[in-house]
């Protein structure tokens, strides 16, 4: 049985492998739209380009802006299902 199809966190995971740049983000706001997460800037008054991420119970946020945010995101998410970030 594919363990992917009951995990989707692992699941996706694999479907951002490769994907750069704005087809990255669009997979990070789709994921968010289909799953009740949150990808949304977050400011606060000493960062106004902060941003954040709340995925597969995952959470980021980064006060440099989406692509920080989105990085450390994947850190995460590779260390709770014990992959090691390539």
Known sequence: MNVEIHDPLRRFLRSIEGRTGIG?????AN???ETGGE???APIATH???FLIQLHN???????????????WIVRARA??????S
């Open 24 to 28: 990255r983000r669009d997979t990070f």
């Open 80 to 85: 709770a299902v014990g992959e090691v970030m």
């Open 31 to 33: 994921e968010a739209i």
């Open 48 to 50: 106004p380009d902060a």
């Open 39 to 41: 990808y949304r800037p």
């Open 58 to 72: 995952i959470r980021a946020h980064c006060v440099s802006g989406e692509a920080g945010a989105i990085a450390t």
